[in-house]
């Protein structure tokens, strides 16, 4: 028995996994890929039906989904009638519907949240923790085989390696992020998101430039996750937008997130006020600007050097825990400024009796991927203004080498 599993299915799994009791015994998936959906049409279901990937006992868990505030479900219900005629019921209990996928080797589960509205507070957040919930339950009974856990969305094109590819992350890997890219027939579109994607393919290549712990994508579309790992970090937080970063930041406290470039996830290029903030409302933004002729700014490479620095310095803080002052005045202005204003004193001071190894520990958990951006957006607010982002492009050296 996997005790941390156990542990999450008991005390911290949403209500829909104690629905599984009568599954039928004769049925398994290897793996499953998890896809929230409000107010989307089949298009993405009858793609993953027609792939490769359903040729593969695959599992689509689908939680047709909407926040309490909307007054008509017809959409979803329309989305639901559309999944059960591609094949057949096989298996119903509560609200989650098995459908055989008819002449395939894969099935569809459908999960009707939208009979019994999400909370609008908990949004995808919540929608996505149901599915992954669903997954994790099956892992326990053995139903799906792999430990590979899935997350995607209704706009992602899945690749014909997109469940192998987890054969290709390191043992000490608790998540990986898939390659990506943004496509769009309205060419006004694809061009503000291809603006988006490169200030994302920029940032990270500034973390990684600054030698971060945290350098990796945030994206829902494109994430699979160890289960036990995800069990032990009690799942997706339950909030409308920022899940995927809240749930990466936790997994990346217990092992790596790995990076796989040669399996590529292409995403339909759309704008979208779904969430308050992610790709959609960013590429919207962007759409807007470029209008107006307006140029879309980022962070100034600067803020990357700094983080950098900061990183470099941490090596020696624990020598200086009792005088943290001598140990500030050793960095530069803007760093002993940008700390300061992150009140690294009330970090140190809890942790100043810690040995070394405890001490750096937690050092890396209190300056995690949120800390971290924190971090950026003082040093941006302080010393270095956003700049266009083509001008920041140019003048980080970085972005030519990792970009």
Not at 30 to 59: C, G, T, W
Not at 103 to 132: H, Y
Request: hydrophobic share 45%.
């Amino acid at each position: 028995m996997n005790k941390a599993i156990d542990k999450y299915l008991k005390v911290y799994a949403e209500h829909e996994v104690n629905q599984f009791d009568s599954f039928p015994v004769d049925i398994s998936f290897k793996h499953a890929v998890v896809i929230p959906a409000y107010k989307e049409s089949s298009d993405f279901i009858e793609r993953f039906v027609s792939s490769k990937l359903a040729e593969q006992e695959s599992l689509m868990i689908l939680v047709i989904n909407q926040p309490e505030s909307e007054t008509s479900n017809l959409a979803q219900t329309r989305l639901f009638k559309s999944a059960v005629a591609l094949g057949a019921i096989v298996w119903q209990s509560g609200e989650l519907s098995l459908v055989k996928v008819k002449g395939k080797s894969a099935c569809l589960l459908l999960v009707d949240r939208f009979n019994r509205p999400i909370p609008e507070k908990q949004g995808v957040g919540l929608a996505r923790k149901i599915g992954v919930d669903l997954a994790l339950a099956m892992v326990h009974k053995n139903i799906l085989a792999s430990s590979w856990i899935h997350s995607s969305d209704a706009d992602a094109h899945l690749p014909h390696d997109y469940f192998s590819a987890t054969a290709k992350v390191s043992n000490a890997a608790v998540a990986a992020c898939f390659n990506f890219t943004h496509l769009s027939d309205n060419q006004a579109i694809h061009k503000a998101n291809q603006e988006y994607e490169r200030a994302l393919r920029y940032f990270l290549a500034g973390l990684d430039y600054a030698e971060s712990g945290y350098a990796f994508f945030t994206i829902g579309s494109i994430l699979v996750f160890e289960a036990t790992a995800y069990a032990k970090v009690r799942g997706f937080p339950k909030r409308s937008a920022g899940e995927d970063f809240y749930l990466l930041n936790k997994l990346a406290k217990l092992g790596r997130v790995d990076f796989l470039p040669d399996t590529k996830v292409t995403l339909d290029a759309r704008i979208s006020d779904r969430v308050p903030f992610g790709t959609g409302p960013a590429v919207g933004k962007i759409l807007t600007l470029n209008q107006q002729g307006l140029e879309y700014h980022y962070y100034h490479p600067l803020t990357f050097h700094l983080l950098k620095e900061c990183l470099k310095a941490f090596q020696s803080l624990w020598q200086y825990r009792e005088q943290l002052e001598n140990w500030l005045a050793l960095q530069s202005d803007e760093l002993s400024a940008v700390l300061t204003e992150l009140d690294i004193n009330a970090f140190v001071t809890k942790h100043h009796a810690s040995s070394q190894i405890q001490f750096n520990k937690q050092l890396k958990v209190w300056f995690d991927a949120f800390k971290t951006l924190k971090f950026i957006h003082a040093a941006r607010d302080n010393f270095y203004p956003d700049l266009p982002l083509e001008q920041a492009m140019r003048q980080a050296s970085f972005y030519n080498a990792i970009g």
